[in-house]
């Protein structure tokens, strides 16, 4: 295999000195040296100018300009090249001021340094090499790094544009929705004529679908000002253990119809916590509303823990759960997983997260597969 060549600067007063290290040069096997041999620093800077180097052997001690400027001049010149410094023996507070000016590394001259040369040129190569393919790649990180913050906010950009988007759009949707309910409340009340059996079959089919197209649009609008920070919470300080039973009892008959007890486990007394009690409800209703969603026949528990700063709520039942993978899903937008067959938006755990998180609370999901789910959410009690 050929050689790598290797082109050295050697910059040495001494002629015989310069003989020896070529020569020395010339029997090492590792490179292909090509060495250009100049006695003064003045003449190594026009050697620079003109010619490109790989590594420069420099002599510290020589006449007129110095080792140490010439070595300053070709780092203010922003010439990239790795100096290897020949001092003078013993010379070390020297040789540190060196290291700090610049050079990669030096070597005293002592007897038979020569011998050492060599080994020398190979460590500072593959170091100096080293050091250039480093500080490329740290260039090609940040260069990555700015693509990426760069993409990252045009991203956040387009976010932002379409949750606007959806906010006017599903603001809009509200008032011909209500122009339309408003219309079929007064035919179903007859003021366009007596309403036939058949007719009054349709018309609930129609409400409640128009219902769950409310529905949607409420969740949809909520969720967007929760996203958009518009959504602001008006807090005061309220017992959670009422506010609790309240909500539950609007769940008593859908729950007896479908065969589902509700158990309370709430403290004897009163729980105060500061929080908006609209959204708070909504939380409830929302957790609530799941668990008689997704139950057929079981136990809904509703339990309230009062902790020294904070209230834990759990609402448990005995539904068909969710395995691991679902649970890390459920509190995302649209995340109905195994819900095709029952009527939903995919909205509420969304919206009952963005509520307690608001609340400076959290909020989490535990299910066993085949056993049922709880879902247990903490606030702050001020
Ligand atoms: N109590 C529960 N038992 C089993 N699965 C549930 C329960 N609550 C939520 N889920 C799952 O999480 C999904 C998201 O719930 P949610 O955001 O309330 O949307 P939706 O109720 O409109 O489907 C549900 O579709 C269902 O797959
Ligand atoms: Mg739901």
Redesign the pocket.
Known sequence: MAKEKLKVLLVEDNPTDALIVKKKLQRDSAFDYEVTHVVSGENALLYLEKESYHIMLLDHNLPKKSGLQTLKEIKARNIEIPVVMITGQGDETVAVKLIKEGAFDYLPKGENYEDSIPLMIRKTMAEFRAKLESERLQKEIALKKDELEKTNEQLKELDRMKSDFVANVVHELRTPLTIIKGNLDNIEEGYAGEVQPKQVEILKDVFKTLNRLTRLVTDLLDLSKIESGKMELSKENLDIVELAKETIKGFEKLASDKNIEIKKELPESEVIIYADRDKLTQVFV??I???C???DKGIITIRIIGLQDEVQVEIQ?T????PKE?IGK?FDKF?????EK?????????IAKDIVVLHNGRIR?E?IPGK??T?IFNLPKH
């Open positions: 929302n957790l509303g799941n668990a969603k997704f139950t039942d539904g068909p759960g969710m679902q459920i995340a109905r997983i195994m819900a029952r009527e939903g938006t995919g909205l509420g755990l969304p999901a299910s049922g789910s879902f």
